[in-house]
């Protein structure tokens, strides 16, 4: 079983529309849940950060964690074709050690104008 | 602030020469960097984790001989390729981390895509 399990798509959604991605996870010891956005042939940028369970808000984007579920979401509201992109969540268990981060396969996302 | 880069951005190459990928982190200095490799549609996959100064720390199944990694400063690691073939062809990403990170953030270069002919 792979440490985090995330769904690949493809998803296509309509401009306008709500997005939910979605990840869960196997360690109970990750203790911090990042979103990161990858468009084409660039490398991953920082969307969202949550330490432990709970939302946080920013912008049209919302990030949900259910640690007794080993469960985390993004939500993506008034989605636009900017926000086509692969989209990757990634955990960890230390705040500042040698820990590393672990990485779900990705959710391609279309959205279309 | 936290900008990392690389380059080449991209590179192609004969089977059997060696390529070598630089990752600098431009505003912040990295104690640790990372070295994943991503295919097509699939996501990262951690190779090495350097600390300034240190030996590497490879991933299981990642040939240390084959992928060299030096990270002579706080700001620069480098990635060589060695007798390169065409399976090594890929989209080669580095990452750094703070020494200000409040947790364990990874900011990542724009990645290096190698073609081996």
């Known amino acids: 079983q792979k440490e985090v399990e995330q769904d690949p798509g493809p998803l296509s959604v309509p401009e306008g529309a709500i997005v939910s991605l979605n990840c869960t996870y196997s360690?109970?010891?990750?203790?911090?849940f990042m979103w990161y956005r990858q468009y084409s042939r660039k490398g991953p940028e920082l969307l969202m950060y949550?330490?432990?369970?709970g939302n946080k808000e920013d912008g049209r984007f919302t990030a949900q964690v259910d640690k007794s579920s080993k469960y985390i979401s993004l939500f993506i509201r008034d989605s636009q074709p900017s926000d086509s992109a692969t989209y990757l969540c990634a955990m960890s268990g230390d705040q500042t050690g040698a820990n590393n981060l672990f990485f779900g396969t990705g959710t391609r996302l279309t959205v279309i104008p | 602030g936290a900008v990392v880069s690389q380059h080449p951005s991209w590179v192609i190459c004969k089977s059997g020469t060696s390529v070598k990928i630089e990752c600098r982190s431009l505003?912040?200095?990295?104690?640790?960097m990372f070295w994943y490799r991503q295919f097509p549609k699939q996501s990262l996959m951690l190779m090495a984790t350097?600390?300034?100064?240190?030996?590497?720390?490879?991933e299981q199944g990642v040939e240390k001989d084959k992928f060299l990694i030096n990270h002579a400063s706080l700001t620069l690691s480098t990635l060589t390729v060695t007798s390169a073939h065409p399976e090594d062809s890929s989209f080669y990403i580095c990452?750094?981390?703070?020494?200000?990170?409040?947790?364990?953030?990874?900011?990542f270069g724009p990645g290096t895509r190698l073609t081996v002919l």
């Open positions: 350097s600390n300034e100064g240190s030996k590497a720390t490879y």
């Open positions: 505003d912040f200095q990295a104690t640790t």
């Open positions: 990452s750094a981390r703070s020494l200000l990170a409040a947790y364990n953030e990874q900011f």
């Open positions: 360690n109970s010891a990750f203790q911090y």
């Open positions: 949550t330490y432990s369970s």
